[in-house]
């Protein structure tokens, strides 16, 4: 059986050591800029977001950020997906999962939070920005995504009963 593309773990540390080391403004004129540092190819950018390719398999159009008023709220990077992939065994998306999550450790600390179950989430979250390893079923992603927003968004999900 093939596997479907994931992120490689040395990829993978270089993606959340730069983001780590990486300030930026959040805004849509500051993405390119952002974009070239990290190693990611811009493929589409308007007014409501941008999707970039990443330097490592399963980088192909991986990385999508959203735009609200000329500014970024969210980076979201698929690190491995099953969809379409057809049978694949359940532990390839948590061991995906585990992978990141050992590696965001080693770079950023502990997490401050963690979510078990089915959509399990960990956040190490800073003083402005938080980033969040997620997996959500048929995809493991790494959000970088603004505090007020993300609490905004947590708030939403809440209310909803998610």
Do not use: C
Request: hydrophobic share 40%.
């Amino acid at each position: 059986m093939t596997l479907p593309p994931a992120i490689d773990q040395p990829s993978l540390e270089k993606l959340i050591t730069g983001i780590r080391d990486t300030a930026w403004s959040w805004d849509r004129a500051g993405f390119p800029a952002l974009a070239e540092r990290l190693g990611w190819t811009i493929r589409l950018e308007n007014e409501d977001g941008a999707i970039a390719g990443g330097p490592w398999p399963a980088g192909d159009d991986a990385i999508e950020v959203t735009y609200d008023d000329g500014r970024a709220d969210e980076v979201t990077v698929t690190l491995a997906s099953t969809a379409g992939a057809g049978d694949v065994p359940p532990e390839f998306l948590t061991d995906v999962f585990a992978t990141a999550v050992r590696t965001a450790t080693a770079v950023l600390g502990e997490p401050a939070t963690r979510t078990p179950g089915a959509r399990r989430r960990a956040r190490w979250r800073g003083p402005s920005h938080t980033v969040e390893i997620a997996h959500l079923g048929a995809a493991v992603n790494l959000a970088w995504a603004a505090n007020d927003w993300l609490d905004l968004a947590d708030r939403q999900s809440e209310r909803a009963g998610r």
